[in-house]
């Protein structure tokens, strides 16, 4: 994921997420890009988006896939926040990006973790 966000090969990074074939592993691998790109830059996050909708699309990743990794994100964020403070408002907008694209039900939520 750290060479996708830093070069983003979409092409490259799809062979290597077939080549994992752990479907059970998947919303992992989105919660960790979901973080990556965030602990990056605007840019990055836009291109985890794109990565995702091209694997939504291409049907390697489902709605539910989508559903876990976003709310695994969400629920381990308060650890997340530690080292990103930015990080629940960047979650944010990247699952309204999801939504606008149709990765996310437009009703999808999470209860986020109550902060301090």
Request: hydrophobic share 40%; glycine share 6%.
């Amino acid at each position: 994921m750290e060479e996708y966000l830093d070069n983003p090969d979409i092409k490259e990074t799809t062979e290597a997420f077939v080549e994992l074939n752990v479907p059970s592993f998947f919303g992992e691998v989105i919660k960790r890009g979901l973080y990556k790109s965030i602990g990056k830059n605007e840019t990055a996050q836009n291109d985890f988006i794109k990565l995702l909708e091209a694997w939504f699309q291409s049907n390697l990743i489902s709605e539910g896939h989508l559903k876990r990794g976003f709310s695994m994100a969400n629920q381990h964020l308060a650890d997340f926040q530690l080292d990103v403070p930015l990080a629940g408002s960047l979650l944010s907008s990247m699952q309204s990006k999801a939504i606008q694209k149709k990765l996310l039900p437009e009703n999808f939520s999470v209860n986020l973790p109550s902060t301090l």
